[in-house]
């Protein structure tokens, strides 16, 4: 049996959240049944947690603080997040849907999805990776579309391309102490 690492509350949390990007336009309008919402998933938070999470509503962005770390969801599209590695470059193609980053004593990670995305350009972009000193770790066509990992120093990117909605999530994750 392969043993189960324990990331605190935060990492379980952060996925969980991630749902509630799509209800964070709502929640951060100035009327009533945004406010309530914002409430509602407010408690439903803090009872799951224990007490132990603070939230944060603002238009089109969710700030969540637990003892394990922080994450901050965005919705509505986007810039690429400032606070990545300036030597990652940025994907250029298609539009950005929504965004999340997260802190943990593993590390940080930032999920970017974009819509829009062509086969071609997420090609190019793991090329640009490769030619940066980007190392192959797995590559997976399926009809559906792509998964490609790729690893330098204490980072790895994950890009799953699905073709048919084309859309590209990318998953980034600096490790802390490597």
């Known amino acids: 049996m392969t043993p189960r690492r324990s990331h605190g509350r935060l990492p379980g949390l952060v996925p969980f959240l991630a749902v509630l990007v799509f209800f964070v336009p709502a929640c951060g309008k100035k009327t009533p049944a945004g406010k309530d919402e914002a409430k509602g998933i407010s408690g439903l938070v803090s009872r799951a947690t224990e007490g132990r999470t603070d939230i944060d509503f603002q238009k089109g962005r969710i700030t969540v603080h637990a003892p394990g770390g922080s994450a901050v969801l965005t919705s ?103």
């Open 76 to 178: 509505g599209g986007g810039s690429w997040p400032a606070d990545l590695p300036e030597d990652l470059p940025p994907f250029r193609a298609g539009s950005i849907r929504n965004s999340t980053n997260s802190q943990s004593p593993e590390g940080t990670t930032w999920t970017v999805t974009f819509g829009g995305a062509g086969a071609e350009d997420v090609a190019a972009y793991i090329e640009d990776l490769k030619g940066d000193g980007w190392s192959l770790v797995l590559e997976s066509d399926v009809p559906q579309g792509a998964f490609t990992s790729l690893e330098r120093e204490n980072m790895v990117i994950q890009l799953t391309f699905m073709s048919g909605e084309s859309a590209l999530i990318i998953h980034i994750l600096r490790r802390r102490g490597d």
